[in-house]
């Protein structure tokens, strides 16, 4: 059964600070994974996605590698802003065909303090 | 292109009582999923719709839930004879088939007393 962990659980840093979220998976049998952003109460917005011949995506301050062999995947955030504070959650998903369910982590929660 | 909907936003119950719940996708998407995320969790997947058939489950969908897609529009979620473990908010989400990027609507927060 495949497992996602992310860590820190939460995370606090000064406006400006250049910082990475990880997330590691059980099973390296993966289709992709993706980033996800969720603001309290609210639904998830797509942040990258990363298929599993790719080593990283960017979007703007945003950058995700992968690296599957070892089950391991990075977001980092480049110059944090008040803005970016919400709940980051990776996601996988699996290789076998037609199933396009996706595993969730339980998420890093982040603060950027003004 | 408006996103995923869904309704009601909210829905207070008491245990034993029926509810449904509605996903209105992205036009033209024809897949559709339904997950259940309770407080401090990642979402976890209930089941999944490609246009009306819904090809895959979880084991989480009880037998006192079923979902529909009648005309690969629109779906409902129905929870049967709710318990107090069923309060969680449960999250749409829906994809065009040559993407797999999935697209969430703002969930409806389900409360069983």
């Known amino acids: 059964k495949q497992e996602v962990t992310q860590i820190p659980a939460a995370l606090s840093v000064p406006e400006g600070e250049n910082l990475v979220l990880n997330c590691s998976f059980t099973?390296?049998?993966?289709?992709?994974l993706q980033w996800f952003r969720q603001d309290p109460g609210k639904g998830l917005t797509s942040l990258l996605l990363?298929?599993?011949?790719?080593r990283e995506q960017t979007s703007g301050r945003l950058n995700a590698s992968l690296d599957k062999s070892s089950g391991r995947s990075t977001l980092y955030i480049a110059a944090s802003q008040p803005g970016d504070s919400a709940t980051y959650l990776c996601?996988?998903?699996?290789?076998?065909?037609?199933?396009?369910?996706?595993?969730f982590g339980s998420g890093t929660r982040l603060q950027v303090q003004p | 292109d408006t996103g995923v909907s869904q309704d009601p936003r909210h829905k207070i119950t008491k245990r034993g009582q029926n509810v449904t719940f509605r996903c209105d996708p992205i036009?033209?998407?024809?897949?559709l999923y339904w997950y259940r995320q309770t407080l401090g969790q990642g979402p976890e997947f209930l089941t999944y719709?490609?246009?009306?058939?819904?090809?895959?489950k979880s084991r989480l969908l009880s037998d006192r839930f079923s979902a529909e897609r009648p005309k690969g529009s629109f779906s409902t979620l129905e929870i049967q004879r709710t318990e107090q473990g069923d309060s969680a908010m449960y999250l749409c989400?829906?994809?065009?088939?040559?993407?797999?990027?999935?697209?969430f609507g703002p969930g409806t927060r389900l409360l069983v007393l």
């Open positions: 996601a996988v998903g699996l290789t076998d065909t037609g199933r396009r369910a996706l595993t």
């Open positions: 099973d390296s049998a993966i289709y992709n």
């Open positions: 990363i298929q599993s011949s790719q």
């Open positions: 719709f490609q246009n009306e058939a819904q090809l895959e």
């Open positions: 036009s033209e998407h024809n897949r």
């Open positions: 989400a829906s994809s065009p088939f040559y993407q797999e990027t999935q697209y």
